[in-house]
């Protein structure tokens, strides 16, 4: 059984709740994988297309993808991109919105995925999760509610921790070792 581990655009999963959550998977069974991905001013969807080729064959009935904020939704691409599919997604601090309105991001653009996407994910992959919390400084409360009514992923809530990332100071989320038994 594979756990597949994707990060956001600012940092590596295992800066922040990625170590923690690895180490109980191991404990369940799970071979884990961190991809890199380009971050930041280097991103862009063919880089991140690059990368994740080279887990292509880790894609199967018993996959587990653990994602975080803009591999949220590069994972809705990637999956129906390369007619792959999963087990579990679990997708941390997701958000969707029809736009990108801040200029500063609007080079992520491409990373917005189609409804033909978010289809190809309920059809491929057989239980979807989006953890979420009421202070996230990136996406809208709205933008959240969005991603999980397209995906029809089973909303987990977890109170005050932000975006989930470096800035706020998550360093585990211990629900999902009960999503993974």
């Known amino acids: 059984m594979n756990c597949i581990f994707m990060h956001g655009m600012s940092s590596h999963l295992e800066q922040t709740f990625g170590e923690k959550v690895a180490l109980r998977a191991k404990n369940a069974g799970y071979k884990v994988y961190f991809p890199h991905f380009p971050l930041k001013k280097d991103i862009t969807l063919e880089g991140w297309y690059k990368v994740a080729e080279d887990y292509i064959d880790l894609f199967d009935k018993d996959t587990v993808v653990i994602c975080h904020s803009l591999s949220t939704l590069f994972i809705l691409k990637f999956l129906r991109k390369y007619k792959l599919h999963c087990h579990t997604l679990i997708a941390v601090a997701g958000g969707y919105d029809n736009e990108i309105t801040d200029e500063n991001f609007s080079y992520l653009k491409d990373f917005k995925p189609s409804e033909l996407d978010f289809e190809y994910a309920k059809q491929h992959v057989k239980q979807r999760y989006a953890i979420y919390?009421?202070?996230?400084?990136?996406?809208t409360q709205k933008q959240l509610q969005n991603y999980i009514e397209l995906l029809k992923a089973q909303p987990i809530f977890i109170k005050d921790c932000g975006h989930?990332?470096?800035?706020?100071?998550v360093k585990d989320i211990a629900v999902i070792s009960q999503l993974l038994e």
């Open 133 to 139: 919390s009421n202070d996230d400084h990136i996406f």
């Open 164 to 169: 989930f990332g470096m800035t706020s100071g």
